[in-house]
């Protein structure tokens, strides 16, 4: 089994920045990608960000050059994400997301942490 953990959500004004992190935690299978993705009130979760074990990484149109991913240890098991010049359309609930496959596209994997809650003001 995976586990996720996130932590990093809050309130920021718009063109604020905010760091969302996310730990994973496995037993005995390895994670090669690792996600964000977003959920806004109606609308459906989409991708915002991943990255694989292999340093590749996939961002959505509206979050290019803005925000961020990484990863925040030599294991790889932990990712950042790292958000600038927020806008109020970036409000939304952020997960977490792995899985044992090397991938870039916008299919999630099998795992998710919880949720963080990302509100920007205008």
């Known amino acids: 089994q995976v586990q996720l953990v996130e932590s990093g959500g809050g309130l920021v004004q718009a063109g604020g920045s905010l760091r969302l992190s996310c730990a994973a935690s496995?037993?005995?299978?390895?994670?090669?990608?690792m996600g964000w993705y977003r959920q806004a009130p109606r609308k459906q979760r989409e991708l915002v960000a991943v990255i694989t074990t292999g340093g590749s990484t996939n961002y959505a149109d509206s979050v290019k050059g803005r925000f961020t991913i990484s990863f925040g240890n030599a294991k790889k098991n932990t990712i950042y994400l790292q958000m600038n010049s927020l806008k109020p359309e970036d409000t939304a609930v952020y997960y977490c997301?792995?899985?044992?496959?090397?991938?870039?596209?916008?299919?999630?994997?099998?795992?998710w942490g919880q949720g963080t809650q990302v509100t920007v003001s205008s």
């Open positions: 997301n792995a899985d044992h496959y090397y991938k870039l596209g916008p299919e999630p994997g099998p795992y």
């Open positions: 496995t037993s005995r299978f390895s994670i090669n990608s």
